[in-house]
T-cell receptor, first 113, second 118 residues
């Protein structure tokens, strides 16, 4: 199985500030034939299902504010949230789609400082 | 607009079988290159992928659950289902159904809380 490890487990950022969440996979998620990284990022708020933010490591889903940016390739990925807003308080997960089982990171809880 | 809705008993006794159904609207589960998936989130923990059924009917499961889980479908009702047998308290979780497409889980149900307790 591909192990996904996120860091940190939690972080607190000031309103208007920048949050950076890292996700590391135990093997490369770069698919040779497509040259795409099969990694997605989700945001989950209490009582709600996860919401897709980013897929293929850096492609923003339609309707997601451009404050959310995904980057990285291979085994190291980052979700950056700029100009932090109160509605960004949530748990964030990465997930790999390179192979089954489709494993998730353990989650990163983002709070306002 | 694609919508998914989970339904289930809410409370299951230990050692019994958990049965959940996901009703899909706005899309046909037997067409398109989609994977109809089950994911769960135990209380205080992160998301866990359980498995999926492909539009063709083939299935795949998370190895720790493979011996206890069965995902099936009823195309006449446009539903897919999860059965998990021999449940324990560790199976207490919010269970979600979702559609995987293009290497992402775009559409999700609202989730249903299943508690395993006597």
């Amino acid at each position: 199985d591909i192990v996904m490890t996120q860091s940190p487990d939690s972080l607190a950022v000031s309103l208007g500030g920048r949050a950076t969440i890292d996700c590391k996979s135990s093997q490369s998620l770069l698919y040779p034939s497509s040259y795409k990284n099969y990694l997605a990022w989700y945001q989950q708020k209490p009582g709600q299902p996860p919401k897709l933010l980013i897929f293929w490591a850096s492609t923003r889903e339609s309707g997601v504010p451009d404050r959310f940016r995904g980057s990285g390739s291979g085994t190291d990925f980052t979700l950056t949230i700029s100009n932090l807003q109160p509605e960004d308080v949530a748990v964030y997960y990465c997930q790999q789609f390179y192979t089954t089982p489709r494993t998730f990171g353990q989650g990163t809880k983002l709070e306002i400082k | 607009q694609v919508q998914l809705q989970e339904s289930g008993p809410g409370l299951v006794k230990p050692s019994e079988t958990l049965s959940l159904t996901c009703t899909v609207s706005g899309a046909y589960i037997s067409s398109g290159s989609y994977y109809w998936s089950w994911i769960r989130r135990p209380p205080g923990k992160g998301l866990e992928w359980i498995g999926y059924i492909f539009y063709s009917g083939s299935t795949d499961y998370s190895p720790p659950l493979r011996s206890r889980a069965t995902i099936s479908r009823d195309t006449s009702k446009n539903q897919f289902a999860l059965k998990l047998n021999s449940v324990t308290a560790a199976d207490t979780a919010v269970y979600y159904c979702a559609r995987e497409e293009g290497n992402r889980l775009l559409y999700w149900g609202q989730g249903v809380l299943i508690t395993v307790s006597s």
